[in-house]
């Protein structure tokens, strides 16, 4: 059971005030609060550990290596890989995405060669790929969805070809919450002996993820969505898959010997890791998995998902309501308009009452068009927030409405 008194209080800044107003924050989707065990790990090595890792025979760099290495361990206990090595950690689920793309198609991808993506993908898994399309000559090619915001299965299995050399889709849309059936994805694109790699940025934060189950190729998260720190993420990848893609970046850390004749690259995982790693945001990134898995992440799936049913009535009682992403499996974001209210307008008033949602293409402007609408008013929660909070909304919603 999620004590919501106890866990508020780790999180400091819900305490805070905005325009004299109690801070209500409903923009977990963009970016989640610290709980003060995060922040205190981040201020803790920088005051008594800081050392550059992996390089160094003195005692501080062991120690921060320590860390920086034990929090590869946790990444791949939090998120059931089977090594390791399978870890990568990069800047966030935009650079995880960037690396593969460029990685993957460096070895895999020739002209016409053909990559699947959806209509509801947040720009970090889209562009990526119209730059291997302009790199390489390769297609994309996109799975609709219906009106409820739910991937067309039937539309998905006959994208394939004998040219479909990737699958790459988001595992929770963070424009219309639709929790996508990815096991079953995965399932169909191994029929076709296509890898498959999931934009995780919305998943991780609210449900039990585990990749050997999910029999995923490549899964990408960033830390600052799950109560970790800014600036860091994480792509993981199957050893034998890794194994076999070239490094993104060159530098220090990736390589094994260089001379100006030959240089020999690193093993897994540092092959990918060029230069110095954030190492004290991957320590922070561990304390807050750590700190997540102590509430339980099943018990947050049900929490999140309780407040989100309950949001969902409440909300549709507003005279104009429209609501985008109706799928029965919903994640914890809600994106809405009410009459021809502008979304912008919304959001800004919305904020003087204290209320921070999110406005606007939510990067996803591919989806909005398909939606044949400019922007939302974006509302999502995290394990944090209250039944309370929700009434807030609600009723600063009606008290906007009132003044148009
Ligand atoms: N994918 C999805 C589904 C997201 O919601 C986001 C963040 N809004 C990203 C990718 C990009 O994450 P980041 O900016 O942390 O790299």
């Excluded at 018990?299 to 949001?311: D, G, M, Q, V």
């Amino acid at each position: 059971m999620i004590n919501i008194e106890t866990i508020r209080k780790d999180f400091p800044i819900l305490q805070r005030e905005v325009y004299g107003k109690p801070l209500v924050y409903l923009d977990n989707a963009a970016t989640t609060q610290k709980p003060r065990c995060v922040v205190e790990s981040i201020t803790n090595e920088y005051y008594s550990v800081n050392a550059n890792v992996h390089r160094g025979v003195h005692f501080l760099s062991q120690q921060a290596t320590e860390l920086h290495e034990g929090s590869r361990k946790t990444v791949q206990r939090f998120i059931n890989a089977r090594s390791s090595n399978e870890i990568i950690f990069t800047r966030g689920t935009t650079e995880s995405i960037n690396l593969l793309a460029f990685c993957f198609g460096e070895v895999f991808c020739e002209e016409g060669d053909e990559i699947i993506i959806s209509v509801m993908e947040h720009h970090s898994n889209i562009v990526p790929w119209q730059l291997l399309a302009a790199r390489k000559g390769v297609t994309i090619k996109v799975v609709p969805i219906n009106e409820k915001g739910e991937l067309l299965m039937e539309d998905y299995k006959a994208l394939f070809s004998e040219r479909t050399k990737l699958v790459s889709l988001t595992h929770v849309s963070n424009v219309l919450g639709t929790i996508n059936p990815v096991k079953k994805i995965i399932a169909i694109a191994h029929e076709h002996n296509v890898p498959v790699l999931i934009d995780g940025a919305q998943s991780v934060p609210h449900m039990k993820v585990d990749v050997q189950d999910l029999d995923v190729e490549f899964y990408a998260f960033s830390a600052h969505k799950v109560y970790g720190p800014t600036g860091v993420g994480v792509l993981y990848g199957k050893e034998a898959w890794l194994d076999k893609l070239p490094p993104y970046q060159g530098g220090g850390e990736m390589i094994q010997h260089v001379s100006f004749e030959k240089t020999t690259f690193n093993e897994l995982p540092f092959k990918f890791e060029a230069g110095t790693p954030d190492y004290i945001g991957t320590t922070a990134l561990a304390v807050a998995l750590d700190y997540v898995s102590k509430i339980g992440m099943d018990e947050i799936a049900a929490y999140e998902n309780e407040l989100t049913t309950y949001a969902m009535n409440r909300l549709k009682t507003v005279k104009g309501m429209r609501i985008f992403g109706e799928s029965s499996q919903k994640g914890s974001v809600i994106s809405f308009l009410v009459g021809d209210i502008h979304h912008l307008d919304m959001g800004t008033l919305l904020d003087r009452l204290g209320i921070a949602v999110r406005t606007g293409h939510h990067c996803a402007q591919p989806l909005m068009q398909s939606l044949g609408i400019e922007g939302t008013v974006r509302a999502s929660f995290a394990f944090y927030n209250t039944k309370k909070e929700v009434d807030a909304l609600v009723a600063g919603i009606e008290r906007v409405s009132k003044m148009f």
